[in-house]
């Protein structure tokens, strides 16, 4: 009924028991501009990724634009490109906090995952429990692009997703031994 004139007739809302049930009659006419409640709908939920991903941290920035890169080009950004594009966006947010971001992507070792949701379902999930490579900006941009890519669960996504796309980044501490 999306986009389109529609005319509804309650025929009852409750039986004899005093249970309601709603039973009504629709009748669909013509095409409308005035009723694109979905369009409406996903102009919102773009709105408001895009808010998210304005304020996300430097860690989804850098996974973000490690899998938009890949996808769109089948290039991966290498570290430099990588802390360069998050640098930019880092100091215009915070100028005196950057400096300690960097130093966490770069001189960090450690294990990291890459989620990727879409419309709220799970798209891709990716990580390392332990470093595979020589700072957390290396793992998650590998990671970024093997959750997006080559999760064996999930098709590639494609460029037509990335604007619904919601990523999450968690970087692992060192492993602790447990008692069982």
Do not use: M
Not at 163 to 171: G, H, S, T
């Amino acid at each position: 009924l999306d986009g389109c004139v529609v005319e509804a007739k309650q025929l009852s809302h409750e039986d004899v028991t005093g249970v309601g049930y709603g039973i009504c009659t629709f009748h669909v006419g013509s095409k409308t501009d005035d009723r694109k409640f979905l369009e409406c709908y996903l102009d919102r939920k773009k709105q408001e990724l895009q808010r998210r991903q304005d304020q996300s941290d430097a860690y989804v920035k850098l996974a973000r634009k490690s899998l938009e890169s890949y996808i769109l080009s089948g290039r991966q950004i290498d570290l430099a490109d990588g802390l360069e594009y998050v640098e930019i966006l880092e100091k215009q947010r915070d100028p005196d906090k950057y400096p300690k971001i960097r130093n966490e992507l770069t001189d960090t070792r450690a294990g990291a995952f890459v989620s990727i949701h879409e419309h709220g379902r799970l798209r891709g999930c990716i990580g390392t429990i332990l470093p595979t490579t020589d700072c957390v900006a290396e793992e998650i941009i590998q990671n970024a692009v093997s959750a997006s890519t080559r999760d064996p669960r999930f098709e590639p996504i494609t460029a037509e997703e990335l604007p619904w796309l919601e990523i999450n980044v968690d970087v692992l501490g060192a492993p602790e031994p447990i008692s069982g």
